[in-house]
């Protein structure tokens, strides 16, 4: 499959880059943030080999639009903190839809010396060898970074709660639910069945756009109560250059400390209430 030439160049350093808003580096910060304020219990682990996990991992270097400015993607600046953190990740795995893509971010991550594991894509199917090969005993760190709601499939989250000990970090996106609520609500479209599967017997479409998605993600939370994996009680809005908003980062976690530990690195007071 080619490349779109509008989202990916060849980088500066010779590899498949991703473009992106500058909105990107608020993410990368709070993903580095966790890294590093989860790392003391990552160390109480470290005898299970934590791992960090993303399967939309993308080339592994981004190119911001607006400045012009390479930075590192998620799983590269997610392996350099754990490097500067207390406790290190023990392997890193990879997996993208895109072959290209994931070859460039194992390329970079083992530049690194990083203990890159890459796992081919879609990521539905890639998680089931992914978590297969973890320490069931582990304390992981998963980021679910799609592009779109029908690629954040529930199965999973629903597979990566089967792990004792993991901490999600997932991107909701707002403005896909916004623009695509009519299309994907559609009998003859599967994005909302993949993203809380069941919602057509749970969520009446014979309410205004707004009630549905707030009662789309209600129904999307009960399903993550259901496999233990509760949404921390306030989401990171991430908005773009024009203060639109883009998307929401929620932490999911079954352990108290994770959802502590995810207010003290977010603005919570500064969270405006979710609006659909």
Do not use: C
Request: no cysteine.
């Amino acid at each position: 499959m080619a490349l779109d030439p509008e989202r990916y160049v060849i980088g500066d350093d010779g590899l498949w880059v991703e473009k992106v808003g500058s909105w990107a580096r608020e993410k990368l910060d709070i993903v580095a943030d966790y890294v590093q304020i989860t790392s003391a219990a990552r160390r109480r682990f470290a005898h299970n080999n934590p791992a960090f996990i993303d399967v939309f991992s993308g080339p592994g270097r981004s190119l911001v639009r607006s400045d012009g400015a390479f930075i590192d993607g998620s799983p590269v600046a997610a392996f350099k903190q754990g490097l500067n953190s207390l406790q290190p990740f023990s392997t890193i795995h990879i997996s993208d839809l895109e072959p290209s893509l994931l070859t460039a971010a194992t390329e970079r991550l083992e530049k690194l010396n990083a203990p890159v594991v890459a796992t081919p894509g879609p990521a539905a199917q890639a998680i089931e060898q992914i978590v297969s090969s973890l320490n069931p005993h582990g304390l992981h760190f998963a980021l679910l970074d799609p592009h779109n709601l029908g690629s954040l499939s529930f199965s999973i989250i629903k597979r990566l709660a089967k792990l004792k000990s993991v901490d999600i970090l997932v991107h909701v996106s707002v403005l896909d639910l916004q623009r695509n609520t009519d299309l994907y609500s559609s009998e003859l479209q599967e994005q909302f069945d993949e993203f809380a599967p069941g919602w057509r017997q749970h969520v009446s479409r014979e309410q205004n756009l707004v009630a549905f998605r707030a009662a789309l993600i209600s129904y999307w939370s009960d399903l993550l109560e259901g496999v233990s994996m509760p949404r921390a009680r306030h989401e990171q809005l991430i908005r773009g250059e024009a203060n639109q908003r883009l998307y929401w980062l929620m932490l999911l976690s079954k352990h108290p400390l994770a959802h502590e530990l995810w207010e003290k690195i977010t603005s919570v007071a500064r969270q405006p209430r979710m609006l659909f």
